[in-house]
């Protein structure tokens, strides 16, 4: 694989998705116009938060199929501690935003730990620790919707500077702190290691465990994020607040270049896939696609995207 | 206190959510609330149902929690999480236990899952009723006593009125737009049906831009909804969903853009967020299927039949495969249902087996 081959294939989800904004722009005008980047840039937020906290535990070569239950639990956890329409639970405002991300952040730590210590592969400690999620938040919040009063938390969603919602300029944030922690920290660092080879990051003294119990918390702590900022925009928790959230965030990482291997990729290729897969979402809506044509292009641009960021790879196996 | 205990009784309480008596705030029911009141009447009850993260399921077992404690017998709840295979061999272990003494009250998680089922049933003479799914050629008068009865709900009805509730919120004339459900959902296909009756029945008045599957879920019809206002701006009079889930998720993108209230939204189901939603106006109307009822009287059936209280197989055939009745509620209507159902826990007369009962079910 020469240099320029790899320049490329890093640029190529960038392209795709300049050619996609155009395609539909020539089609329907409105597209671009500001109202319609602002619901994009709205129904981005939380898929993003999502997704760059599953670029993590990619870029080290593991898989967190969690997100759903993790969602789940942070959500019940958030509903727990502000008004809601349920009349119970302790209404402390805006102090529930901490204690739900610690919940979050505690909640992939026990992941971590699970996959670590008991030696369960990362796919299936997430999975059925998902599983546990769903099943506490069920319980917390007796298996209704429970809507969220808290103007606070509702104002994430609803208040606009400079004509975008909060939310938008949560996603920038929270996108600032995953690219510091991947290039500016010792653990970003750690991480992309240990995708890359983890005989050889562990011969050079990097503590192979602790890395992947950090790795699966911090990415524990960005769900927590997505979780408040969908509970924001729905108005409310639930055990299925995380629905389909595990599809859109795994998919986008991986069509934003960051590959299932581990070690290649980044946060900044994440943001990239995730205005992929929503652009797709708002611009097949705006085109006036049937529903069944819009999964079936999904899919196949999924597929498409893989095909383009693995340019003649050599792998012996691909698993 | 058992966990299970605990459990049952987070579940049990209608009023409350759990997050009050699982941190310990809400009021704590005495032990007694879950133990059975007297000795029972030796049949077991199950209910095998989706899963208790939804709303209407949680209802379901509430109600089914419900008739079993009038009558003093022990119930569980099984639940199919989607999976066919795993909803047909919790029921085969329950009967396995429990025998002639099985009452159970399935929603199949697929329509082909009910024949099994039923048939499972019936080999170990217990007692089953039906709800939503089964195939066509699946009849309860095929398997004598057992198979009690089955119970649907017409969705093209619920589709066509809160469609017309929708209209009169605009006053008859303009555009919607719609979200279904999962396309090859027998409930998605009424209701679907109903809202383009309503819609032919308009005279041309009211104009569909676009309908789009929104699988049920409330942040796809959330995100769907905003796409379409850019698409069609100004011309969206009123969004029709087909469950209230995506009514909710259709309102929060209408008020993210301070338009809730001003464009109408209705659903189907009567779930509570979407019954405040019509209080508040800013939905026009919803359908209530009433679950806890649903929940208790499958159960009820299948035990009057298993004691003998009545013969199902001398029942006429409207009352082996009928629909029950869906309540409309509009803004007009929402405050007296608000008082009589969830300021006050309704009182149910499980006795009453056929009093909903709305006709029986035609294959079209």
Sequence with gaps: MTRLDSRWASATPLLVL??????????????????????????????????????FIILMGSIDLSIEGSMAFSGAVLAAFVANASGTGFDIGLAAIPIALLAAGAFGCVIGLVHVYLKVPSFMAS??????????????????????????????????????????????????????????????????????????????????????????????????????????????SSALIGSGQLFTAISAVVVGGTALTGGKGGVLQTVVGVLIVIVLNNGMIILGLPSFVQQGVLGLAIILAVLLNSPRRSLAIVK | MSINDFMQKALIDRRRFLIGSALGVGVIGAPGLVR????????????????????????????????????????????????????????????????????????????????????????????????WNKPNDLHPWDFGDNYVAHMSFNGVPAGEQTAKALFDSFGGEGAIVALGGIPSN????????????????????????????????????????????????????????????????????????????????????????AVQAVKNKEMAATVDWD???????????????????????????????????????????????WKKNVEATPEVDWNDLWGRVSGQIQYG
């Design chain 2, 186 to 273: 027998v409930s998605a296909i009424e209701r679907k049906a109903g809202l383009l009756k309503a819609i032919e029945a308009s005279n041309g008045k009211v104009q569909l831009l676009d309908f789009q599957d929104a699988d049920w879920d409330s942040a796809k019809a959330n995100n769907i909804v905003a796409a379409w206002l850019t698409r069609f701006g100004g011309d969206i009079k009123g969004v029709w969903a087909a469950n209230d889930g995506m009514a909710i998720g259709a309102l929060e993108a209408l008020r993210a853009e301070g338009l809730a209230g001003q464009i109408q939204v209705t659903g189907v189901d009567g779930t509570r967020d």
């Design chain 2, 36 to 131: 059975p009141a007297f000795a029972g009447t030796g049949y077991s009850h199950a209910s095998s149902i989706r899963s208790l993260s939804n709303a209407f399921h949680a209802a379901w077992n509430k109600g089914a929690e419900s008739f079993a404690q009038t009558i003093g017998d022990p119930h569980s709840a099984l639940v199919t999480e989607g999976n066919s295979e795993k909803g047909i061999a919790d029921i085969k272990a329950f009967l396995a236990k429990a025998g002639d003494k099985a009452i159970l009250g399935v929603d199949p998680n697929d329509s082909p899952d009910a024949r099994p089922i039923v048939e499972a049933v019936a080999a170990a003479k217990g007692h089953v009723v039906t709800v």
């Design chain 1, 127 to 236: 999975l059925g620790m998902g599983f546990v999620g769903v099943g506490i938040a069920t319980v917390l919040l007796g298996g209704e919707r429970v809507g969220i009063l808290d103007p606070n938390i509702r104002a994430l969603a609803l208040n606009r500077v400079l004509g975008l919602p909060l939310s938008v300029y949560v996603g920038v944030f929270m996108l600032a702190v995953a690219w510091f922690i991947q290039d500016h920290t010792r653990i970003g660092r750690h991480i992309m290691a240990l995708g890359g080879g983890e005989d050889l990051a562990a011969a050079s003294g990097i503590n192979v465990r602790r890395v992947r119990v950090l790795a699966f918390t911090i990415a524990g702590a960005f769900f927590g994020v997505g979780a408040i900022l969908t509970c924001a925009r729905l108005g409310a």
């Design chain 2, 291 to 337: 679950p806890f009822w649903i929940g208790g009287i499958a159960l009820s059936l299948g035990h009057h039949a298993a004691t003998g209280a009545f013969s199902p197989s001398k029942e006429p055939q409207e009352h082996r495969e009928f629909y029950g009745t869906g309540a409309l509620i509009t803004q007009a209507d929402v405050e007296a249902y």
């Design chain 1, 18 to 55: 300049i050619g996609l904004c155009l395609a539909i722009a020539i089609v329907d005008p409105r597209f671009l116009s500001f109202g319609n980047l602002g619901r994009i840039a709205a129904a981005a937020s939380a898929p993003l938060v999502l997704a760059l906290g599953a670029t």
